[in-house]
């Protein structure tokens, strides 16, 4: 049995959830969220609690503790939003924001030009620290990983996007040759 799923979910100050069929929708300070739910969990909304009961369908248990995730992450979302760094390494290397769209100068011949999905905000600090910012939790990590894949960041030198706090290992370069 999931000791995930079993767990009730407290609903934040300010957050609606509204429950029609198979479908939920959270609302909140910070946004607005909704969940199809799996045929074989059941969501129950009883005060100021969320809980997850499984049906009788053969993938139910496992589908408890994914569907009890999800949900707080949509309640935690549009209470207090969620958010991911990047770091931009590298001589030359920056970013700017224009709007909804990401303009990032890494190494290529032109700047490229990333356009940010609906409901994720970016912010860029020192010119080499981007946030992302919103309510999806979902969407802001393949956000960050669309970005991260404009120029990854290699193992030799270090230079390219990577997450903040994120290790990169390096490698030695060739030895020069050595004398016989």
Excluded at 37 to 56: C, H, M, S, Y
Excluded at 95 to 120: Q, R, W
Aim: with cysteine; proline share 4%.
């Amino acid at each position: 049995m999931s000791r995930v799923g079993k767990a009730p979910i407290k609903i934040a100050q300010g957050v609606k959830i509204d429950l029609k069929g198979r479908l939920i929708k959270v609302e909140g300070p910070k946004g607005k969220l909704s969940f199809d739910l799996p045929a074989g969990v059941n969501v129950i909304v009883e005060g100021q609690e969320v809980k997850i009961t499984r049906g009788d369908a053969l993938n139910a248990g496992a589908l408890q503790g994914v569907v009890r995730t999800q949900i707080h992450n949509m309640v935690t979302g549009v209470s207090q939003g969620f958010t991911k760094e990047l770091d931009i390494v590298g001589v030359g290397y920056r970013a700017s924001t224009k709007g909804n769209v990401l303009s990032m100068t890494v190494g290529y011949s032109h700047p490229v030009d990333f356009k940010l999905p609906e409901g994720i905000q970016a912010k860029v600090e020192n010119n080499t620290h981007v946030v992302l910012t919103g309510c999806d939790k979902m969407l802001i990590g393949l956000t960050a990983d669309k970005i991260r894949g404009v120029k990854p960041p290699e193992p030799y030198q270090g230079k390219g996007i990577r997450y903040t706090n994120e290790h990169i290992i390096r490698k030695a370069g060739k030895a020069a040759a050595g004398a016989k």
